[in-house]
C-alpha cells in the first residue's frame, strides 16, 4: 500500500474512482453528508468541490493506492483564518468496501497526523456517525471524545443519528510521528 497527497491534476484523472468509492460507501450506509438516491453525477459534483479546494492549497487530499489503484482516502482541511493557524479538520474518511479491515483507514489517520506536524497544525478536529466504523477507530488511534450532538444529521436512509466530536493534540516536537 502507497499513501501519498496528491494534486488536482492526478484527482481528476481519477474522479470516476473517487466517485465510485464515494457512491459505493453512502450505499453501504455510511455517513458522510448524503442521503439516498445519490447519483454518480452528485458524486462528481462533490469531488470537483473538492479538487478545487485542493488546488487552492485549503485541503489536502490524501490517497492509499493498492496496485496503483485508489482504495481509501481522507481529506485534512487547514483552517485558513488568521486565529486558527495551528488548527485542522479531517473529512471524509473512506474506504473502498474491498479494501475494509486491513489497516488503510488507520494508515491514511496516521499519514494525516504526520503532515499535519510537519505543517505545524497541533490541533486536529472531526466528528463522526456515534457507533460507526470511523468512531472504532478514532477511539483506537487514541482520539479525545469531545462530547455527543443529538440528531446531528441523517444517515443515508434518512434516519437521524447522534454524531461524536474528537480532537487530538498532536506533539510537534514528536519526531516519532
Ligand atoms: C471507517 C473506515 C474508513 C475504516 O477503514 P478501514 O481501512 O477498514 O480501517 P482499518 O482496516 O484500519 O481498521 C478497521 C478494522 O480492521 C482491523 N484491521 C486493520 N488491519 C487489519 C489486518 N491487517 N487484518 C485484519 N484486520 C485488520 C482493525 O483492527 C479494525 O478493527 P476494529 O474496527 O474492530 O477496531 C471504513 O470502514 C469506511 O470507509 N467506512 C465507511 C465510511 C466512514 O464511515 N468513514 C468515516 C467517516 S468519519
Redesign the pocket.
Known amino acids: 500500500m502507497e499513501i501519498s497527497i496528491v494534486d488536482r491534476a492526478y484527482a481528476a484523472q481519477n474522479l470516476d474512482r473517487f466517485a465510485a468509492i464515494l457512491v459505493q ?1 453512502v450505499e453501504d450506509g ?3 453528508g448524503f442521503v439516498l438516491p445519490f447519483t454518480r453525477e452528485q458524486s462528481e459534483t462533490y469531488w470537483k468541490g473538492v479538487f478545487s479546494a485542493v488546488a487552492e492549497q485549503e485541503r489536502l487530499l490524501f490517497c492509499a493506492t493498492i496496485d496503483g489503484q485508489i482504495a ?1 482516502t481522507v481529506q485534512l482541511y487547514l483552517s485558513p483564518e488568521p486565529n486558527a493557524p495551528h488548527r485542522a479538520e479531517i473529512f471524509k ?3 473502498h468496501r474491498d ?8 494508515a491514511l489517520m496516521l499519514a494525516v497526523e504526520t503532515e499535519a506536524v510537519r505543517r505545524a497544525r497541533s490541533l486536529l478536529i ?1 466528528d ?1 456517525v456515534l457507533g ?3 468512531e ?2 478514532y477511539r ?1 488511534l487514541d482520539w479525545q471524545e469531545i462530547g455527543i450532538v443529538p440528531h446531528h444529521f441523517l444517515d443515508p436512509f434518512g434516519v437521524p443519528r447522534a454524531s461524536v466530536y474528537f480532537m487530538k493534540l498532536l506533539d510537534l516536537s514528536n519526531d516519532d510521528l
Not at 99 to 106: A, L, N, P, V, Y
Open positions: 460507501n455510511a455517513v458522510v481509501g474518511l473512506l474506504v479494501f475494509q479491515g486491513r489497516g488503510i483507514g488507520t472531526l463522526t460507526g466504523a470511523g472504532r477507530l483506537r
